[in-house]
């Protein structure tokens, strides 16, 4: 998965910026619904160990739109609270420890449709970074870590300049290693709702 969408995007930031025709702005939020993550330890692997709640992600970017393509540099921010700890059928719950993730993305638009129509379905796929960190009493920790996502959504003219956009992007930072003991590993879905600005 990751070849293709290092292929995918290689392909649009070499080929879009040539033929890009307007540079736009976009901010985009709605709900993070993180996936539970899995704990492995000295060879042992407890899967949905830790779940979360739902969080708000906010996103913004600057990219440039070309005919038919978009890329574009994206910076997004999520919290989200630990709800629990699961071993088998014991559930613990987990109050005051928070997870909160800063994303720094190159994200490749694909716009279906023509450049004047009114409904354009889209997919989009990037790749970057993520700066993950826990708090938990007043105490923090953090990894930054490689990540990559996908997604859908569509885009609604709202004037000539104004489009809204309605999508959804899977998030996957890869695992993160605590203490060199722990590895922890999740993924977000995001349901996001936006407007875009072209100038």
Known sequence: ??????ALASVCLFATPAMAD????SVSSG??????SSVSAYGVTVDDAITYKAGVPVIGAIGLKGD??????AIGYQSSDVDKANYGSVHVPISGVSVSMTSYMANCYYDLGGKNSGVTPYFTAGLGAASLSSEY????SGKTVFAWQAGAGVGLKASDNVTLDLGYRYFK???????NVVDL????????????YNF
């Open 1 to 6: 998965m990751k070849k293709v969408l290092l």
């Open 22 to 25: 307007s540079p736009y702005v």
């Open 31 to 36: 709900v993070g619904l993180p996936s539970n």
């Open 68 to 73: 038919g393509y978009r890329v574009e540099a």
């Open 137 to 140: 009493a007043g105490y923090s």
């Open 173 to 179: 930072p890869s695992k993160v290693n605590i203490l």
């Open 185 to 196: 590993t999740s993924s977000i879905s995001n349901i996001l709702v936006g407007v875009r």
